[in-house]
């Protein structure tokens, strides 16, 4: 077993001795404060140039992810986790705006959460959780139509698009 299905599962801790329960219950600014967690719980085949560290999601990781309920709703725990932080609720694979939206810190040029937001998408997608990348997708561009015209930038959009 790898790694990161370890970690997944709840069974090893990462790289500074961090559980994912321990993750799952940190406070926003605990989330945006510390950089290095987001490649934990949303892994990528490509090494993080920010958290060396950090797994790479593999090939069997993909399938193991892929065929694993309880890993599927565990990633979907995560999810929810960072939805909460960015303002954003999920109701199924549909995401929508939640009630401390307003609060949010990520609308605005070049915010380091954008980037976030693309390693979810992408890990979403491997992890076989299409419906969902889509539903934050579509909620990312309405929210860039409506609130994040001058904050969401047209390369920003096309990598969110490229990602589901």
């Given at each position: 077993m790898s790694r990161l299905i370890a970690f997944y599962r709840g069974q090893e801790p990462d790289t500074?001795?961090?559980?994912?329960?321990?993750?799952?219950?940190?406070?926003?600014?605990?989330?945006?404060?510390?950089?290095?967690y987001i490649q934990w719980l949303f892994p990528l085949p490509e090494p993080s140039r920010f958290n060396p560290g950090?797994?790479?999601?593999?090939?069997?990781?993909?399938?193991?992810?892929?065929?694993?309920?309880?890993?599927?709703?565990?990633?979907?725990?995560?999810?929810?986790?960072?939805?909460?932080?960015?303002?954003?609720?999920?109701?199924?694979?549909?995401?929508?705006?939640?009630?401390d939206f307003a609060r949010v810190?990520?609308?605005?040029?070049?915010?380091?959460n954008h980037l976030r937001l693309t390693r979810i998408l992408l890990f979403l997608r491997?992890?076989?959780?299409?419906a969902e990348a889509q539903g934050l997708r579509a909620c990312l561009?309405?929210?860039?139509?409506h609130e994040g015209r001058d904050a969401i930038t047209p390369r920003t959009l096309a990598f969110w698009r490229a990602a589901v």
């Open positions: 500074r001795g961090r559980t994912i329960d321990d993750m799952w219950s940190w406070d926003h600014r605990r989330l945006e404060m510390i950089h290095d950090a797994p790479l999601l593999s090939d069997r990781d993909i399938a193991v992810l892929q065929g694993d309920p309880v890993l599927q709703d565990r990633v979907r725990r995560s999810l929810d986790l960072m939805l909460d932080f960015f303002g954003l609720q999920r109701k199924g694979a549909a995401v929508s705006r939640g009630a810190p990520w609308l605005e040029p070049l915010n380091h491997h992890a076989g959780l299409r561009e309405d929210i860039a139509a």
